[in-house]
C-alpha cells in the first residue's frame, strides 16, 4: 500500500497535502532507506526514521520522524499509536512536559499501556522527579523486563548510585540477549559507561559495536576510554566515526583543535552551553537558563550554576544543594567541586575518569594540587607550641 493511499482512500481524489505530509511523503536519503521505502504506513515509516536517528546520531531525522508523525495526526488524530509516538518525539526535543502531559494522557486512555507508563517515566526522569518515574516505570514492567532494569539502572545513576546503576544494567543485557540487536547494543554500550566510571575496563563497548557497528554511544563511550587511556588515534577514530555531534566534536576537539562544537551548536543546545560556559560564560548561561526550563536534572542545574559562577555570581548554597543530592555524572562533582572548593568532590570526579575530558581532568588535579599546597601554608603558619 502506497504512503498516499494510507493517507487518503485510494480512488478517490486526494485533497492538497498539508507542509507536513510534503515532507512526509518527500524522499529522504539514510542508512535504512529501503526500509522507508517498504514501511506499510505512516507510523512504520516514523519509526525508521527514529531507528534512522539512533543508528546515526543525527536528530535530523527526528525532525523527519516528527513530520511523518504530524501528518499521521492530521489523518487520523485521536489514534494511540500515532499519539504514543507523538509522545515520544516530544521527548527528543527536550519539551519534557508536553511529553509527560502527552504520556499521561495515553495512560489515563490505556492503563495498560506499557510504552506510554515508560514515556511518562522517561520524561519525569528528565524534569529530575527520579521518585515519580520510578513509579512509573514499575507500572510498565511486565515480568523480567530489560526496559525496566535499563530504566532502573539509569535513576540509579542519576542518584549517583554506580554500584546499583551497573548491577541493573547487567541485568538489562542478561534479559536482552534475545532482543533486536539494536536493544541489545545499547544496553551494553550503557553496561560499558557505567563500568568504566566504577574503574572497570569497559569490554562491553567492543560487544555492542560487533551487534551494531554504528551505535553511537558506544563509540563515544569508547572514544573517551580510550583519550583517557592515551589512545588519541582510536579515540579519534571513534569520535568521528560517531559523526557531527556536540558531545563528538567536544571531545575531537582536544585531540583535534581545528574541530569544534561550533559547528554544529544549535543540534544540542545544552552540551553546547556546557562547553561555553569555561570561555562565554555569559552565552552558555542564556542557553542552559533555556533547557534548565524544560527539565531539572542534576546535570543542567550544575552545569547553570557553573556558567553563573563563571559569570562572577554567587551560587555556593545552590551548588551544595544540587552535590549533596548526589548524581553519578562526573562534570557534576567536577563543576560542584570546583565552585565549592570542594576536595571530596573534586577526588570522586578524577576518579571517573572517563567522564572527564583531558583538559578538565587536569583542571581538577591543579585544583586538588592548590587546596593541598594551601591547607600545608596554613597549618605552617599556625603558632607552634
Same mark, same amino acid.
Given at each position: 500500500?502506497?504512503?498516499?493511499?494510507?493517507?487518503?482512500?485510494?480512488? &478517490?481524489?486526494?485533497?492538497?497535502?498539508?507542509?507536513?505530509? %510534503? /515532507?512526509?511523503?518527500?524522499?529522504?536519503?539514510?542508512?535504512?532507506?529501503?526500509?522507508?521505502?517498504?514501511?506499510?504506513?505512516?507510523?512504520?515509516?516514523?519509526?525508521?526514521?527514529?531507528?534512522?536517528?539512533?543508528?546515526?546520531?543525527?536528530?535530523?531525522? =527526528?525532525?523527519?520522524?516528527?513530520?511523518?508523525?504530524?501528518?499521521?495526526?492530521?489523518?487520523?488524530?485521536?489514534?494511540? &499509536?500515532?499519539?504514543?509516538?507523538?509522545?515520544?518525539?516530544?521527548?527528543?526535543?527536550?519539551?519534557?512536559?508536553?511529553?509527560?502531559? !502527552? $504520556?499521561?494522557?495515553?495512560?489515563?486512555?490505556?492503563? +495498560? +499501556?506499557?510504552? @506510554?507508563?515508560?514515556?511518562?517515566?522517561?520524561?519525569?526522569?528528565?524534569?529530575? #522527579?527520579?521518585?515519580?518515574?520510578?513509579?512509573?516505570?514499575?507500572?510498565?514492567?511486565?515480568?523480567?523486563?530489560?526496559?525496566?532494569?535499563?530504566?532502573?539502572?539509569?535513576?540509579?545513576?542519576?542518584?549517583? +548510585?554506580? !554500584?546499583?546503576?551497573?548491577?541493573? #544494567?547487567?541485568?538489562? /543485557?542478561?534479559?536482552?540477549?534475545?532482543? *533486536?540487536?539494536? +536493544?541489545?547494543?545499547? =544496553?551494553? $554500550?550503557?553496561?560499558?559507561?557505567?563500568?568504566?566510571?566504577?574503574?572497570?575496563?569497559? *569490554?562491553?563497548?567492543?560487544?555492542?559495536?560487533?551487534?551494531?557497528?554504528?551505535?553511537?554511544? !558506544?563509540?563515544?563511550?569508547?572514544?573517551?576510554?580510550?583519550?583517557?587511556?592515551?589512545?588519541?588515534?582510536? @579515540?579519534?577514530?571513534?569520535?568521528?566515526?560517531?559523526?557531527?555531534?556536540?558531545? $563528538?566534536?567536544?571531545?575531537?576537539?582536544?585531540?583535534?583543535?581545528?574541530?569544534?562544537?561550533? #559547528?554544529?551548536?544549535?543540534?544540542?543546545?545544552?552540551? =553546547?552551553?556546557?562547553?561555553?560556559?569555561?570561555?562565554?560564560?555569559?552565552?552558555? %548561561?542564556?542557553?542552559?537558563?533555556?533547557?534548565?526550563?524544560?527539565?531539572?536534572?542534576?546535570?543542567?542545574?550544575?552545569?547553570?550554576?557553573? @556558567?553563573?559562577?563563571?559569570?562572577?555570581?554567587? /551560587?555556593?548554597?545552590?551548588?551544595?544543594?544540587?552535590?549533596?543530592?548526589?548524581?553519578?555524572?562526573?562534570?557534576?562533582?567536577?563543576?560542584?567541586?570546583?565552585?565549592?572548593?570542594?576536595?571530596?568532590?573534586?577526588?570522586?570526579?578524577?576518579?571517573?575518569?572517563?567522564?572527564?575530558?583531558?583538559?578538565?581532568?587536569?583542571?581538577?588535579?591543579?585544583?586538588?594540587?592548590?587546596?593541598?599546597?594551601?591547607?600545608?601554608? #596554613?597549618?605552617?603558619?599556625?603558632?607552634?607550641?
Amino acid at each position: 500500500m502506497s504512503w498516499l493511499c494510507v493517507l487518503f482512500a485510494c480512488g &478517490d481524489v486526494a485533497p492538497e497535502l498539508s507542509v507536513h505530509c %510534503k /515532507v512526509a511523503l518527500a524522499p529522504a536519503t539514510g542508512p535504512l532507506t529501503a526500509e522507508a521505502a517498504a514501511a506499510p504506513d505512516l507510523v512504520a515509516l516514523a519509526e525508521v526514521r527514529i531507528r534512522e536517528a539512533r543508528l546515526t546520531g543525527d536528530d535530523g531525522f =527526528y525532525t523527519l520522524a516528527n513530520s511523518v508523525a504530524a501528518c499521521a495526526h492530521e489523518r487520523f488524530p485521536i489514534d494511540q &499509536d500515532v499519539a504514543r509516538l507523538m509522545a515520544f518525539l516530544l521527548l527528543q526535543f527536550h519539551r519534557f512536559e508536553e511529553a509527560e502531559a !502527552a $504520556a499521561l494522557a495515553l495512560t489515563v486512555a490505556d492503563p +495498560d +499501556d506499557r510504552e @506510554a507508563w515508560l514515556l511518562l517515566g522517561d520524561a519525569r526522569l528528565e524534569q529530575g #522527579e527520579f521518585d515519580e518515574a520510578a513509579a512509573a516505570f514499575r507500572r510498565m514492567a511486565r515480568g523480567a523486563d530489560p526496559v525496566l532494569f535499563d530504566r532502573l539502572a539509569t535513576l540509579a545513576f542519576a542518584k549517583g +548510585d554506580l !554500584a546499583r546503576a551497573v548491577a541493573a #544494567e547487567r541485568q538489562a /543485557v542478561g534479559l536482552a540477549q534475545k532482543a *533486536p540487536a539494536a +536493544d541489545l547494543s545499547f =544496553y551494553l $554500550a550503557t553496561l560499558g559507561w557505567y563500568g568504566v566510571l566504577s574503574g572497570g575496563d569497559g *569490554p562491553e563497548f567492543d560487544t555492542a559495536l560487533a551487534l551494531v557497528p554504528t551505535e553511537p554511544r !558506544a563509540l563515544l563511550w569508547r572514544g573517551r576510554t580510550r583519550l583517557h587511556r592515551g589512545d588519541r588515534v582510536g @579515540a579519534a577514530e571513534d569520535f568521528r566515526a560517531v559523526g557531527p555531534t556536540v558531545e $563528538a566534536l567536544w571531545a575531537l576537539s582536544e585531540i583535534d583543535p581545528s574541530r569544534s562544537p561550533r #559547528e554544529v551548536s544549535r543540534q544540542d543546545p545544552r552540551a =553546547y552551553g556546557m562547553w561555553l560556559a569555561g570561555t562565554e560564560p555569559e552565552e552558555a %548561561k542564556r542557553l542552559l537558563e533555556r533547557d534548565l526550563a524544560s527539565r531539572q536534572d542534576p546535570l543542567t542545574k550544575m552545569a547553570w550554576l557553573w @556558567a553563573r559562577f563563571r559569570c562572577g555570581e554567587t /551560587v555556593a548554597e545552590e551548588a551544595r544543594e544540587v552535590l549533596d543530592a548526589g548524581s553519578g555524572e562526573p562534570r557534576v562533582s567536577l563543576w560542584g567541586g570546583l565552585i565549592l572548593l570542594d576536595n571530596a568532590a573534586l577526588q570522586r570526579a578524577v576518579a571517573m575518569g572517563p567522564g572527564l575530558l583531558p583538559s578538565e581532568l587536569s583542571l581538577a588535579e591543579q585544583t586538588i594540587a592548590s587546596m593541598a599546597v594551601s591547607t600545608q601554608k #596554613e597549618v605552617g603558619n599556625l603558632p607552634r607550641p
